[in-house]
């Protein structure tokens, strides 16, 4: 299940194996400020890209909802309806009501912070698939999926119960993302998907009593590193997990290209049986790659205590720098014209070209011309062509890639 802050990022989530995709409409969801967002004509879109490769689509309505809200909810639902969008992510009982009242699939966001069999019951009134607390051991969930199974535990469309997990991505220091941090220090609601990550910076820790200066061992004590499952996959698939989701609402269309497509392959690995630690190896070596914080396996293994970050931004082993945009391309050669208005860019770099019908394209840059001529090098200002295989549209962005 793939996050999508944008056309780009859909994009890349659908090239790269996803099977599902979760997306946020202007406000009232988690991520209202941390992604540019869909709005509501963009509906028909995304539900007709992901529909022809047979992928489903989820709206995020999961934030905490007031009286003034409950006609915006109904708005919003009613064009995810008639948009052909599969379901809608939800905690509040008055979205959970509406979308039930218009037959629409409900799936119970990890917000509601489920942790037991008999709260799976009583949401399966409403809902086809559960996301279990982030705080949940993998035994714990194993219980779950075992009790679904053995009470035979159905949601409204009479099928089992689906279980949904967080896989990887983004940690908060919050129980199940439910924090007031935000709230108190700016009167920004994090609950409200206008969180401004205090916990991400650093801070001093002063006894009041004594004013003694805590000394920690790591500088951001709040700031979890970002989860990753690949090391132990197998174990969480055979706990009955239906559904694996990849957080990133907020991060680049590279970011959900590159860790989309790691998991796809590690997926389908332990499906064919060749599920391995030197694939695992070679998979992470991919993730670090793109933005985090560092990695840790959550609470899944039974760790007491968070593995907290070491610094306030990414530990990306590579970067991107922007070049440039497209300006036209030659469909019969397969060749894409791009204006350089950054840094220059030479023959054996590799190039990301991003879009949002594109989405997100990695190529080697092995042959080039600027004015007709055959060139090395293109510079600020120049016009430069070369062959891409694929179209590439003025909408798109040229970005160079840089390892550290």
Same mark, same amino acid.
């Given at each position: 299940?793939?996050p ?18 979760? &997306? ?43 009286? !003034? ?14 948009s ?25 966001s990890?917000q ?30 194993? !219980? ?21 997990? &967080? ?16 709230? !108190? ?13 205090n ?17 920690l ?56 049986g ?35 970050s ?27 014209? &791009? ?28 042959q ?5 001529? !055959? ?14 295989? &694929? ?14």
């Open positions: 299940m793939a999508a802050g944008n056309f780009e990022s859909l994009q890349a989530a659908v090239d790269n194996g996803a099977d599902s995709v979760y &997306f946020g409409v202007e406000q009232l969801n988690m991520r209202a400020r941390a992604s540019i967002n869909f709005n509501l004509e963009d509906l028909s879109e995304i539900a007709r890209r992901c529909q022809e490769k047979q992928i489903r689509t989820y709206l995020t309505l999961n934030t905490i909802i007031y009286d !003034h809200d409950l006609s915006i909810i109904k708005t919003v639902l009613d064009k995810a309806k008639v052909g969008i599969t379901a809608v992510i939800a905690m509040d009982q008055a979205v959970i009501a509406y979308a039930r009242q218009i037959n629409m699939e409900v799936h119970i990890t509601i912070n489920i942790t037991n069999i008999e709260a799976v019951k009583f949401y399966s009134l409403f809902a086809d698939t559960v996301v279990l607390s982030r705080e949940l051991s993998l035994r714990q969930i194993k !219980h779950i999926c075992e009790q679904i199974n053995k009470e035979q535990v159905k949601g409204p469309s009479g099928d089992l119960i689906e279980i949904e997990v &967080f896989g990887h991505g983004a940690l908060c220091m919050a129980v199940s993302g439910k924090c007031y941090l935000s709230l !108190h220090s700016h009167n920004s609601s994090a609950n409200r998907g206008a969180c401004k990550q916990c991400r910076k650093k801070y001093t820790v002063i006894d009041q009593e004594s004013g003694f200066e805590i000394e061992d790591n500088e951001y004590m709040m700031s979890p590193k970002d989860l990753c499952t690949l090391d132990f996959l197998d174990q969480i698939i055979n706990a009955g997990v239906k559904v694996l989701k990849i957080e990133g609402r907020g991060r680049a269309p590279e970011y959900v290209a590159n860790v989309i497509k790691t998991y796809r392959e590690a997926i389908d690995s332990y499906s064919d060749t599920y391995s630690k030197e694939k695992v190896e070679l998979w992470m070596k991919e993730l670090n790659k793109v933005y985090n914080r560092g990695f840790w396996g959550g609470y899944y293994l039974g760790q007491k205590l968070g593995e907290w070491d610094g306030a931004g990414s530990q990306a082993t590579q970067k991107k720098l922007y070049v440039g945009k497209g300006v036209h391309y030659y469909p019969k050669p397969g060749i894409a014209e &791009f204006k350089i208005d950054a840094f220059d860019i030479k023959i054996g770099d590799t190039l990301l070209i991003t879009g949002p019908t594109t989405g997100v394209k990695e190529l080697e840059l092995e080039m011309m600027v004015d007709d001529s !055959h060139v090395t090098m293109a510079e600020k200002g120049n016009n430069c062509t070369f062959p891409t295989g &694929f179209k590439i549209r003025p909408s798109d962005k040229l970005y160079k890639i840089v390892r550290e």
